[in-house]
């Protein structure tokens, strides 16, 4: 049974004082999941966020159609001069999203802090 997607926005600073944005994800992520997932990235002033997060801790599941909505984030963020980092993948999540070539639109890193402090 497929648990809703809940995301959030959190404001942080990075490392440097940029300010960054983490998008924070809650549930499974699957074709239901495009307001979560898109709306909430859409959402984000462009001009004043250059710097996003996304956790994926409390994500328990991502089938092949929340993979896309990823992706589909990521290439809107790439268009918009936006560096993503990800953390919080499981083992097999970070797998998948290196062979779908994920890692060519954004870094992934185990937690919040390896990737604040790869900004």
């Known amino acids: 049974m497929q648990t809703e997607t809940k995301a959030r926005v959190d404001q942080l ?3 440097a004082g940029h300010p960054v944005a983490v998008l924070r994800f809650e549930g499974d992520i699957a074709s239901t999941s495009k307001d979560a997932v898109l709306g909430t990235y859409q959402a984000l002033p462009k001009e004043a966020t250059k710097l996003v997060l996304l ?3 409390k994500v328990d599941y991502i089938n092949s159609s929340g993979i896309a909505l990823v992706i589909q ?3 809107e963020a790439a268009n918009s001069n936006q560096k993503v980092y990800a953390f919080g993948l499981s083992a097999h999540f970070t797998k998948v999203f290196t062979m779908v070539g ?3 639109y954004a870094g ?3 937690g919040q802090s390896e ?3 790869a900004l």
């Open 13 to 15: 600073t990075s490392p």
């Open 55 to 57: 956790d994926f801790t």
């Open 73 to 75: 984030m990521l290439i």
């Open 102 to 104: 994920i890692t060519k």
């Open 108 to 110: 992934l890193f185990p």
């Open 115 to 117: 990737a604040l402090a």
